[in-house]
């Protein structure tokens, strides 16, 4: 199962309340877009989430989570380290296995990235970089996708090629996009979110982007 409901989620800094109290549940097989201006809530939604539903899913945080002194393969690679036991994560750090080396190749063939594979993060572009990332949580292989602005840093036609294949590798997803068109194509559900709360929640098929363009 990659569906999650959660209820009684809330955030405050300072004192001051950002997010909540809200609910959200979310089915299997559900792509969601978490939209909403800057400062609405949405990453913090997705930290939330993320520390409710723990290993059962893959994030791509904002801020990407990436170490820079290590190559893009073990980068890719740390996205199943909790799944090793610390001797297989030790030798790999070392010298990686081929069978590793190899399904951790293919991915960033998909992405764009192979010829990077034993480059150290710090050297890339913030496109690269993201891409990295989303290797990473593809890598993870579970069903559940948490994303905060995943193509944020990539040209349009990548953007697409990204959405696409993050449709087709998670089951069930919920990604905050600032990208309207992106949220509309490939997701199924609209979350609008403003001043920490859900203003708007439908399936995009009922929406056009004016719809959504009011919570701005
Ligand atoms: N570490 C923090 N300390 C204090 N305030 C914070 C912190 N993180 C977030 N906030 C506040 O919480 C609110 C929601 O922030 P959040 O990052 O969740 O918004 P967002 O919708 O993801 O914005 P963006 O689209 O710019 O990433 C904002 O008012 C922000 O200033």
């Not at 690679?77 to 030798?91: A, E, V």
């Not at 890339?124 to 891409?131: A, D, E, I, V």
């Not at 593809?138 to 996708?145: C, D, K, P, V």
Request: glycine fraction near 8%.
């Amino acid at each position: 199962m990659s569906g999650f409901d959660l209820s009684g989620l809330k955030a405050s800094f300072g004192g001051e309340r950002v997010l909540g109290p809200l609910s959200l549940r979310v089915r299997e097989g559900e792509k969601v877009a978490l939209v909403g201006k800057s400062g609405a809530g949405k990453s913090t939604l997705i930290r939330l989430i993320h520390e409710q539903v723990g290993r059962n899913s893959s994030l791509v945080p904002q801020d990407l989570g990436l170490v820079n002194a290590l190559p893009v393969f073990h980068n890719v690679f740390m996205g199943q380290l909790d799944k090793h036991s610390t001797w297989y994560n030790t030798l790999t750090l070392i010298r990686p296995f081929a069978a590793d080396r190899a399904a951790v190749k293919d991915l960033l063939n998909d992405l764009g990235l192979a010829e990077k594979l034993w480059i150290p993060a710090a050297s890339l572009s913030g496109g690269q970089r993201q891409r990295v990332a989303i290797a990473r949580a593809i890598y993870r292989n579970e069903s559940l996708l948490l994303a905060d602005e995943p193509v944020s840093a990539l040209d349009g036609p990548r953007a697409h090629q990204v959405m696409s294949l993050l449709r087709d590798r998670f089951a069930t997803s919920v990604i905050a996009l600032h990208d309207v068109e992106l949220a509309l194509q490939y997701c199924n559900r609209i979350v609008g979110i403003q001043d920490g709360l859900v203003e708007l929640d439908e399936p995009s098929d009922r929406l056009s982007s004016s719809d959504i363009m009011s919570l701005y």
